[in-house]
């Protein structure tokens, strides 16, 4: 079976988010198989996607798997399987996903980025939990819930630097969120190319500091579109391999673009 390795959400190797991506020939195997692949691959996340009948709702069925748990939504994997769909040949134009998020479309542009339809995470203000400032080693300044398909707590933080300096108890952050915890911050400067930066902690899933995490900017993108007062934005997460999401609020969907690049192509033998 071919697997290939993609960096998302990045157009050069060794930058954006890593994701495992198998096209299956038939219905998808056992669970157990599926999260067995994923813990081998072992990068934030794999998705497995498969040939859905002509005629109806989607063209291609998509799951997502973590090393430890399959998961409800994942930007930056279904960018990297809606590339080697589009790269490979197996699939042109805008792909539509059936996915435990509902169907996700992918539309591929002439310059090889590709823009994500996803629903727009409802966020809820909610009181900063007691010992979260201590276990991230920062006081927030806003605290957001982000919905059952994010699940994430969103932290707004008082400033890039802020957000860059970072080293949270991951272990102690564990207890705030079904999936992780998103910080984030206004950009220090918009002439660098982007409009907000981010890091997102995923202890739970296995994932100490996701790269980058096009979940997270379906959260992103209302809160700061809502601060800055513009629909179309860019924001920056700044984790160590770093990468770039244009973020496009449209109500309840936000649209979430960025190139991808694939790094490994080979065999999975098990």
Request: proline share 6%; aromatic share 6%; net charge negative.
């Amino acid at each position: 079976m071919r697997i290939r390795i993609v960096d998302a959400f990045t157009d050069r190797p060794f930058a954006g988010n890593p994701a495992g991506v198998l096209l299956l020939d038939d219905v998808f195997p056992g669970d157990d198989w599926l999260q067995n692949v994923a813990m081998e691959v072992n990068h934030a996340e794999t998705a497995f996607a498969h040939r859905l009948p002509e005629g109806g709702e989607a063209d291609w069925a998509l799951r997502w798997f973590t090393p430890v748990a399959e998961v409800a939504m994942c930007g930056h994997a279904t960018l990297a399987t809606a590339h080697v769909l589009h790269t490979s040949g197996a699939h042109e134009g805008s792909v539509r996903f059936a996915t435990r998020s509902g169907v996700l479309i992918a539309t591929p542009a002439a310059d090889g980025s590709i823009t994500l339809d996803f629903p727009t995470a409802p966020l809820t203000p909610v009181d900063i939990p007691a010992g979260v400032a201590e276990a991230l080693g920062a006081e927030p300044v806003a605290g957001f819930d982000t919905g059952p398909n994010v699940g994430d707590l969103l932290l707004e933080l008082a400033d890039e630097k802020t957000v860059l300096g970072l080293s949270p108890d991951l272990k102690a952050l564990a207890g705030y969120a079904s999936r992780g915890v998103i910080t984030t911050a206004r950009a220090t400067d918009p002439g660098l190319g982007y409009d907000y930066i981010s890091r997102c902690f995923f202890p739970n899933l296995g994932i100490d500091e996701d790269p980058v995490t096009g979940s997270a900017h379906t959260a992103l993108a209302p809160h700061w579109s809502a601060r800055l007062g513009r629909d179309d934005l860019t924001g920056l997460q700044a984790s160590r391999r770093t990468g770039l999401v244009r973020t496009a609020l449209r109500g309840e969907r936000t649209l979430l673009t960025g190139s991808a690049v694939t790094v490994i192509d080979g065999e999975l033998h098990a």
